[in-house]
């Protein structure tokens, strides 16, 4: 376990999120900064906004809010599954130097480093 590192008001950018042990690698656009009680950036297609919670070691985006455009296949099965597990309940922040990683409760975990 690695400590908690500074979170808010950095531009992270995503690099990959895995669910069931299956890593996907984040197109070039996704990203997030969270600065005093909320989260807004990109799931990769379309821009977001919410909700950000930073309890301790624990994070909560909800009351998401995104924008509706169509990108490719691919880009849209990320964004689905960024967006699942980002708002999935509380993650576990765990870090050092400019990485990242929010885990949720069932393991799918999201790799984030510093822009």
């Known amino acids: 376990m690695g400590t908690v590192p500074a979170v808010t008001g950095i531009d992270w950018t995503v690099d990959s999120v895995t669910v069931d042990g299956t890593t996907l690698r984040a197109p070039a656009r996704a990203h997030v900064k969270i600065d005093d009680g909320r989260a807004a950036g990109s799931f990769g297609c379309n821009q977001f906004s919410g909700t950000a919670q930073i309890t301790g070691d624990q994070f909560r985006l909800s009351h998401v809010r995104t924008t509706r455009m169509a990108c490719d296949n691919a880009r849209m099965t990320f964004e689905r599954t960024l967006s699942r597990t980002l708002t ?11 990485k990242l990683t929010l885990t949720a409760s069932g393991g799918d975990r999201v790799q984030l480093s510093k822009a």
Do not use: F, N
């Not at 999935?88 to 400019?98: A, D, F, I, N, Y």
């Open 88 to 98: 999935s309940g509380p993650l576990t922040m765990t870090g050092e130097g400019k």
